[in-house]
């Protein structure tokens, strides 16, 4: 039995998104630019999709910009910020996304652009103290990047807090919303956001798809030129039956969310459980087992073991699919730069990143369970 436990790098599709999108890709293979009938039916998919997911979101149809995902649509937030809106300073953090973090490295390098990085406190959380000092520290127009939840040990930000000290100082607000989207509800017309962004294969969408939405208001140009596509916004013919699906992924888990929350939060803390009685010195990166981090990722780093350094390949062989960190950046040989940023590395043991999902089961958590305890086997005298 094949368990998998890493839904933060990507999901399988639900069989709904899939029975979706069929038809659409059957019959709904015009191009929704073009102005005949079979264009036209294309259109409209595009566009009811659109309003579904704005209807969720409460935000206007308008507001949502479909992208590639969320790398893309962070690119373009932060350049947009920049090109279109006037900003001179960034602040972001050394823990983001690395589409966050390069993008907004790059322009310090080659334009005149201030970057401000914020500190984190001693658990992981970002110093919103510091934020504020920050903030206050320059009269050049910024925008704030800093995401709602770490993608690999699920620290936390409040967008309301983080947003309305941004507005305070006159600051843009971009949060990557990617892992959290889907998992928490946004009511888009009450948050003092003006970017955030989705990617569909972090909930059961299809993979290729995503969006950014952009606030009322705010003008901004495509990075990707091309047709006037997307109010020319994003250029490029629009990914018909991947929107489908994803407005459908949408559906489904907002439809469900409370009910998908209490299953996830349960088959976590059995992982955690589990840990405790099998390892006296097992450590929860960034409390990545508390209650108010993303209730989706466990960061978990082992007790000193001879076979940390292949504990990820023994872990496959076993049957169990995890990670050591963003599958974004899995062909680094630095390790974790989160880990690294946020003062968890360490050297003498392998820390791993264990996601859950709608689809997992409580007999697979075991099961896992059982695979970690031969690998590690040894590691430690039992906590029993």
Request: hydrophobic content about 40%.
């Amino acid at each position: 039995m094949t368990v998998y436990l890493d839904n933060a790098a990507t999901t399988a599709m639900a069989p709904e998104v899939l029975e979706a999108m069929w038809p659409v890709m059957h019959h709904c293979y015009g191009n929704p630019s073009s102005s005949h009938a079979i264009g036209r039916r294309s259109r409209v998919q595009v566009e009811q999709s659109r309003r579904s997911m704005a209807a969720q979101l409460n935000c206007h149809p308008s507001n949502l910009i479909f992208t590639s995902g969320g790398t893309e649509a962070d690119n373009l937030a932060l350049n947009a910020a920049v090109v279109d809106l006037g900003c001179e300073r960034i602040i972001t953090s050394e823990a983001e996304h690395s589409a966050v973090i390069k993008t907004a490295e790059r322009w310090s390098d080659r334009a005149p652009v201030e970057l401000a990085l914020v500190k984190h406190l001693p658990d992981g959380r970002v110093d919103v103290a510091h934020l504020a000092e920050l903030l206050a520290a320059s009269d050049k127009k910024t925008l704030v990047s800093l995401m709602h939840a770490n993608n690999e040990v699920g620290v936390m930000i409040d967008l309301l807090e983080v947003g309305t000290l941004c507005r305070a100082h006159g600051a843009l607000f971009h949060s990557d919303t990617v892992q959290t989207m889907c998992h928490y509800r946004f009511d888009l017309q009450a948050l003092p956001v003006d970017f955030i962004t989705c990617a569909g294969h972090k909930f059961h969408g299809p993979k290729g798809v995503g969006f950014l939405y952009v606030a009322p208001g705010l003008k901004i140009t495509s990075i990707i030129a091309g047709g006037g596509q997307e109010r020319s916004m994003r250029g490029g013919t629009e990914n018909v039956h991947s929107i489908v699906g994803l407005a459908k992924a949408m559906e489904l888990a907002f439809s469900d969310l409370e009910h998908h929350q209490v299953h996830i939060r349960g088959l976590k803390q059995q992982m955690v459980a589990g840990l405790r009685a099998r390892f006296k010195d097992v450590r929860f990166n960034a409390d990545s087992d508390q209650e108010d981090r993303l209730y989706t990722v466990l960061n978990v780093s082992f007790p000193p073991h001879p076979k940390s350094g292949m504990a990820l390949f023994l872990l496959d062989l076993e049957g169990v699919c995890c990670s050591s960190g963003s599958a974004c950046s899995s062909g680094a040989t630095l390790g974790s730069h989160v880990l690294r940023t946020l003062g968890f590395h360490d050297p003498e043991r392998v820390s791993l990143r264990f996601s859950f999902g709608r689809y997992n089961t409580e007999a697979e958590v075991d099961r896992a369970l059982e695979a970690v305890s031969r690998v590690f086997a040894g590691a430690a005298e039992s906590a029993a």
